[in-house]
């Protein structure tokens, strides 16, 4: 695991220090890695959207495409757990 060392001015330390209390975190450093990875995910499921827009359509998303999907979901699910 590499280190990486942030300033941050007291405001944001007081901050920082206080959502660690407060929502149970360990440490600052636990704290970071969580936000980072929820930027993380927001980011690729910007991706997923801007991806989903530009794409040509392939075919009526109506009551048979969603119950293809949701048991395409489920073996899906079976798969992994």
């Known amino acids: 695991m590499s280190t990486m060392n942030i300033s ?28 980072i990875r929820r930027d993380r995910d927001r980011t690729r499921f910007r991706q997923y959207l801007l991806d989903g827009v530009q794409s040509k359509p392939v ?7 969603f119950a293809a999907l949701r ?9 992994t757990g």
Request: aromatic fraction near 10%; proline fraction near 2%; glycine fraction near 6%.
């Open 71 to 79: 048991k395409r979901a489920k073996v899906a699910a079976k798969k």
């Open 8 to 35: 941050l001015p007291d405001e944001l330390k007081d901050f920082v220090d206080h959502r660690i209390r407060s929502e149970g975190y360990g440490s600052s450093s636990e704290y970071m890695r969580e936000l």
């Open 59 to 65: 075919g009526r998303m109506d009551a048979a495409y």
